[in-house]
């Protein structure tokens, strides 16, 4: 079942009149372009016949600027699956349709299978986040016949990891040495923005190190979203000044990780850190690290003061 939002199911419930459906079946409902195609794509499967048949007929002819821009808009997969299988050769809609966020990875794999453009199979390469997610995209793009040679040595490395990449995601060890940590880093180094990010995914303990301090923001990012990484590395993560403001931003974000008091401890002390964050953290610290904050020379006087503030307000309520 198709998800809706309430612009949409005002026209579209089993409650709506079916003088307000037709009105929307023929398009002369006052709808945004996303919203019009969902409306129209849920009454062409309308019980009434009258209203399925002007819905279809308002699909043949939606102006394609319109339904271009309706695919750049917040819509359900289930709505995008069927109007990349409406126009299957038509590469402008299926570029916005590789392109949209909410588009299923179900959804991906057919257009990499078939995509005839090399715009469209480039949009598909470079989400190297969802290669790493689902391979059977990868393989797709690589038996397209379309896909051109640059892009196919690259899903080859992706598809086919080499010893190295087996040794950077095997089990996590105690930490190397350096001459061994430098080697590593050289050979990662050597890697695409897409190897990087899949490794950042899948990589063990040396990948994740390595690869948080990448500069490329996509890249270190992944690494958070690693499921093998653990709470020891973001107390180390949040401590570092070096660490870079928006990595500590998406630890901010993460409930499991701000239960741990050293996290959210180091993130206030942390300059990198955003003001608001270390604002909204300050009112969870002990009473001796509250006292610490009040007397720092080394925070923002703002962040002093809030301590100081929190200080007296705990001792007034209590």
Same mark, same amino acid.
């Given at each position: 079942m198709i998800k809706v939002n309430r612009a949409v199911y005002d026209y579209v419930s089993p409650g709506t009149p079916k003088p307000l459906r037709l009105k929307a079946a023929e398009a002369r409902a006052d709808l945004a372009p996303a919203d019009k195609l969902t409306v129209l794509l849920v009454l062409s499967q309308d019980a009434d016949i009258e209203v399925q048949t002007a819905a279809k007929r308002s699909l043949e002819n939606f102006a394609p600027l319109e339904l271009l821009e309706a695919l750049e808009g917040r819509l359900d997969p289930k709505v995008l699956k069927k109007v990349a299988s409406m126009y299957p050769q038509d590469q402008a809609v299926l570029a916005r349709i590789a +392109?949209? %966020? *909410?588009?299923?990875?179900?959804?991906?794999?057919?257009?990499? +299978?078939?995509? =005839?453009?090399?715009? @469209?199979?480039?949009?598909?390469?470079?989400?190297?986040?969802?290669?790493a997610r689902s391979p059977e995209i990868a393989r797709?793009?690589?038996?397209? &016949?379309?896909? &051109?040679? &640059?892009?196919? =040595?690259?899903?080859?490395?992706?598809?086919? %990891?080499?010893?190295?990449? =087996?040794?950077?995601?095997?089990?996590?060890?105690?930490?190397?040495?350096?001459?061994?940590?430098?080697?590593?880093?050289?050979?990662?180094?050597?890697?695409?923005?897409?190897?990087k990010?899949?490794?950042?995914? $899948?990589?063990?303990?040396?990948?994740?190190t390595i690869l948080l301090r990448d500069s490329n *923001?996509?890249?270190?990012?992944?690494?958070?979203?690693? %499921?093998?990484?653990?709470?020891?590395?973001? @107390?180390?993560? $949040?401590?570092?000044?070096?660490?870079?403001?928006?990595?500590? +931003?998406? #630890?901010?974000?993460?409930?499991?990780?701000?239960?741990?008091y050293q996290v959210k401890h180091n993130l206030v002390l942390n300059p990198k850190t955003p003001l608001t964050i270390s604002m909204?953290?300050?009112? /969870?610290? /002990?009473?001796?690290d509250l006292e610490a904050l009040a007397k720092s020379k080394n925070i %923002? $006087? #703002?962040?002093?003061?809030?301590? +100081?503030? $929190?200080?007296?307000a705990r001792k007034k309520y209590g």
């Open positions: +392109r949209n %966020p *909410k588009t299923d990875d179900e959804t991906i794999e057919k257009i990499a +299978r078939r995509a =005839e453009s090399e715009a @469209v199979i480039g949009i598909i390469a470079e989400d190297a986040e969802r290669l797709a793009l690589a038996g397209n &016949p379309n896909t &051109p040679g &640059p892009v196919r =040595e690259l899903l080859e490395r992706i598809l086919n %990891p080499d010893e190295i990449h =087996e040794r950077l995601t095997g089990e996590d060890i105690a930490d190397i040495g350096d001459e061994e940590h430098e080697s590593l880093s050289n050979i990662i180094s050597r890697m695409t923005v897409a190897e990010i899949k490794l950042a995914l $899948t990589g063990n303990k040396e990948a994740r *923001k996509i890249i270190s990012a992944s690494v958070l979203k690693n %499921p093998r990484i653990t709470e020891d590395e973001i @107390v180390r993560l $949040t401590a570092s000044k070096s660490t870079a403001d928006e990595l500590l +931003r998406l #630890v901010a974000r993460n409930r499991e990780w701000l239960k741990n909204r953290l300050i009112g /969870y610290l /002990y009473k001796k %923002p $006087t #703002v962040l002093a003061t809030a301590a +100081r503030k $929190t200080l007296e």
